[in-house]
């Protein structure tokens, strides 16, 4: 029970605070609102505990016996979120018709997205270095953590969509939704900056 306590409080910390994934839904439910954000939430859901999964039996061991392949990702990785925070600085805005430019992010782009999410590696490695031990049954212990981040994955996305959602009342005019949008590409850029040093 201990043992379980302690992987459900480390995934709620790391599902709730902030990152590449929270501030896109942030983005997403602010811009767009929560219905159409429910593909980029369940991709979220999905293919992060995939990539738990994945990790757990064996793609974590590439990067200790190749840590080159680490620093290719890193630097991939980084590249993308400057691409992804280009794409959200200029999300949202009206047209000419007046509908918002841009749309959510799909369920296949936002699943795909945990495998260049740097935070997303983070808590995936460490996940398994502190929660299934050496000499311990692997399966058992990778499918815990995949059950536990599939539990806290889903709260944590509606939670941020929300969050995006109730703020974007604030952003009646496109004046303040590309100050927004242009403040939420920073801090998902310079989320991403502690990985690469």
């Not at 691409?83 to 018709?97: F, I, P, Q, S």
């Not at 992010?105 to 999410?117: D, E, G, I, T």
């Not at 212990?141 to 539990?151: D, S």
Request: proline share 6%.
């Amino acid at each position: 029970m201990e043992h379980l306590l302690a992987i459900l409080g480390f995934a709620a910390v790391m599902a709730f605070t902030p990152g590449p994934n929270n501030t896109m839904l942030m983005v997403s439910g602010a811009n767009w609102g929560v219905l159409p954000s429910v593909p980029h939430m369940l991709g979220i859901t999905i293919g992060f505990p995939l990539m738990v999964f994945a990790v757990g039996m064996g793609l974590g061991g590439l990067f200790q016996t190749y840590p080159v392949l680490h620093e290719i990702l890193k630097y991939v990785s980084f590249v993308y979120l400057l691409y992804l925070a280009w794409k959200l600085a200029r999300a949202g805005r009206h047209d000419a018709d007046g509908a918002r430019q841009g749309r959510p992010m799909s369920f296949l782009a936002a699943a795909l997205f945990q495998w260049v999410n740097p935070k997303a590696w983070i808590m995936a490695v460490t996940a398994m270095a502190l929660f299934v031990p050496a000499g311990s049954p692997m399966l058992s212990g990778v499918l815990l953590l995949v059950a536990v981040f599939a539990l806290m994955s889903l709260p944590s996305a509606a939670a941020w969509c929300l969050f995006g959602t109730a703020i974007s009342g604030f952003l009646d005019s496109d004046r303040r939704i590309a100050v927004f949008n242009a403040l939420m590409a920073l801090i998902l850029v310079v989320s991403a900056l502690p990985t690469l040093f």
